[in-house]
């Protein structure tokens, strides 16, 4: 028996695309989180005559590339945003595809000179920050090579990975300035180390649990239900 083709339908929509954007509580607090972060994070660096940084006799390079990798952790931090909203992803792939490839680039460049300034940083706490950037790399080298291999499953989890790392700066800002504010004695040794490890480590198992929690729903790829 022929086919009727009047009968076919466009798949609905997957639930989450149904959701309008002010019913997600979680995407104008995350934006605005990253914006004051990035005003908090850069504003004492620029100029380079009053920026905050260690000694580094014999490299001048330093400071150029600590600019460049702000800018590429700036543009990365900001477009994660988009790539975390569904609606964006659903409604609006070519946005999605564009603003993922922006922040693979961002991130890769950001993280490649991270390793190679990180000898400059305060020996307290390099070890954990050349841990998060390394995972970084693999983290989105990993989605970006999932993604052109159109495994969009462990394209998200790889991606939700990154974001967990590209995120957990703004942890440790938090950590220290509360802890400070509050006037809680702690060795800042101590403070700084455990800084550069909470952050991603919790992040990290935070996107673990909601994988765990999430495991089996559709993953609302545009125009499909899966």
């Not at 989180?33 to 490299?59: C, K, S």
């Not at 390079?61 to 569904?86: E, F, K, N, R, S």
């Not at 693979?104 to 305060?122: T, Y």
């Not at 006037?183 to 935070?206: H, K, P, Q, S, T």
Request: proline content about 8%; overall charge positive; aromatic content about 12%.
């Amino acid at each position: 028996m022929a086919l009727d083709t009047r009968e076919i339908t466009r798949p609905a929509a997957p639930p989450s695309a149904q959701v309008p954007w002010w019913r997600r509580p979680w995407i104008v607090p995350l934006a605005l989180i990253v914006v004051a972060y990035l005003v908090f994070q850069i504003r004492p660096y620029v100029p380079e005559e009053t920026a905050p940084l260690p000694a580094h006799d014999g490299f001048p390079m330093y400071y150029p590339l600590l600019v460049v990798h702000m800018i590429g952790g700036t543009l990365a931090m900001l477009t994660v945003i988009l790539q975390v909203w569904p609606r964006i992803r659903i409604r609006h792939p070519a946005v999605h595809r564009i603003s993922g490839r922006v922040y693979v680039v961002s991130a890769l460049v950001s993280a490649v000179i991270g390793l190679v300034i990180v000898r400059f940083a305060p020996v307290v706490g390099q070890i954990g920050v050349t841990c998060s950037t390394l995972l970084w790399f693999g983290f989105t080298v990993a989605g970006f090579v999932w993604a052109r291999k159109r495994n969009w499953e462990l394209h998200r989890r790889f991606m939700l990975y990154s974001f967990a790392i590209v995120m957990n700066n703004v942890w440790g800002v938090l950590i220290v300035n509360t802890i400070m504010a509050l006037g809680i004695e702690v060795d800042f040794n101590y403070l700084l180390e455990g800084a550069r490890w909470i952050g991603w480590v919790a992040n990290l198992m935070l996107v673990q649990w909601w994988l765990y929690r999430t495991a089996g729903r559709p993953l609302g790829l545009p125009g499909r239900g899966r």
